[in-house]
């Protein structure tokens, strides 16, 4: 009887990049010691992804911290809040990556119970996430101006858009 041969090559093709998006994911929420502003995180760089991506991956609550310019008393009501939706985030990201490396590193076909599974792990996932930002907007509008509110909460939806594009980029679709 002949062996079936493995696909671990292309396996381990797939698993380095992998990592790297999972890492930038996991950098992108957790959070970072605040950083004086510097040229580059001026607010017009918000709309260039590389340069939001750079910015956040070096300090992410600097970044935050230089695009609102808050007062102190703005500054002492929004921090508890930003750091609880950071751990939030950093807890859902963890669970993520166990679902997908359960994708990544089987070794065999993926069954209709595995996939089915997966999925249910995924949506259970961003469900989380979406009633992690509906409790951080509304405790960020009664903290903060409005428009500040508002400037937050674009520029956290723009973070998790690079990091949705860094994992979408890397994990490959189930055959």
Do not use: C
């Not at 510097?38 to 760089?45: F, M, P, T, V």
């Not at 260039?48 to 500054?75: F, I």
């Not at 750091?83 to 590193?105: K, Y």
């Amino acid at each position: 009887m002949q062996k079936v041969p493995r696909r671990q090559p292309a396996l381990r093709a797939l698993i380095h990049p992998l990592i790297a998006a999972i890492t930038i994911a996991i950098a992108l929420a957790a959070p970072m010691s605040a950083a004086q502003e510097s040229a580059q995180h001026k607010a017009g760089d918000v709309t260039d992804m590389q340069a939001l991506r750079a910015a956040v991956k070096a300090d992410k609550r600097g970044y935050v911290a230089s695009m609102l310019s808050l007062t102190s008393a703005e500054a002492t009501r929004f921090w508890p809040i930003y750091d609880a939706f950071q751990r939030n985030l950093e807890t859902n990201s963890r669970r993520r990556i166990v679902a997908l490396e359960g994708l990544l590193f089987r070794d065999k076909v993926m069954t209709n119970l595995a996939a089915k599974s997966l999925v249910t792990e995924l949506m259970a996932i961003d469900e989380a996430e979406v009633k992690a930002r509906h409790r951080l907007r509304n405790r960020v509008m009664r903290a903060l101006p409005p428009t500040k509110a508002a400037r937050y909460l674009q520029l956290e939806d723009k973070i998790q858009a690079v990091r949705d594009y860094d994992i979408a980029s890397t994990v490959p679709l189930i055959h």
